[in-house]
């Protein structure tokens, strides 16, 4: 299973989407406190399970004015994975998924970006779950970029990303493939706040 992350994976996001402000290159931050970083898997056919991470971190460096974005770089604690059920959050966590305890850490490092156009694009990278590397895209969605309204006041971007992973190809092959889903769905909804 992954979640991620990516992000975060996964902020990388902010990947393409044109405005006008700084003419430089921005460092953004992704706020931990804003930030979901979710995956399902299906579960003997029935239907599927949908777990989160409660550890991420990540930032990227964007400029608006020519979309280029670059050293991305995500996160995620592979031992806060939560299912809403012990048992199965303590086996996610075992070899036969996460393998969290010889592999803590799922990391994402972004390698390029295609915008689509105003708000949508694509982020490329090495996406990094029990010591495996493998290619990721993520497709991305730039919602909102403003000033935030409230408590820190500082420019934020607002950014939703997902993508579609392969367990097997990370090494988990644990009751494939009837009783376990190969297909790990990935969700990223995030908040990246720019540094001063």
Known sequence: MTRQTLTAACAFVALSLPHSVQAEPATWAIDPEHAVVAFTIMHAGYAKVLGRFSEIEGQFTYDPETQELGEVSATIGAQSVDTDHEKRD??????????????????????????????????????????????????????????????HG???????????????????????????????????????????
């Open 154 to 196: 500082k420019e934020t971007l607002g950014i939703s990303a997902g993508a579609e992973i392969l367990r097997s190809e990370f090494g988990s092959t644990y009751a494939l493939p009837e009783f376990v889903g190969d297909a790990v769905s990935i969700i990223l909804e995030f908040e990246a706040i720019r540094a001063e």
């Open 90 to 151: 303590n086996h996610v966590r075992s070899p036969d998924f996460l393998d969290a305890e010889a592999n803590p850490k799922i990391t994402f490092l972004g390698t390029g970006s295609t915008p689509e156009n105003e708000t949508t694009g694509t982020v490329t990278g090495d996406l990094t779950i029990r010591g495996v590397t493998r290619p990721v895209t993520l497709n991305v969605t730039l919602n909102k970029r403003a000033d935030y309204p409230c408590c």
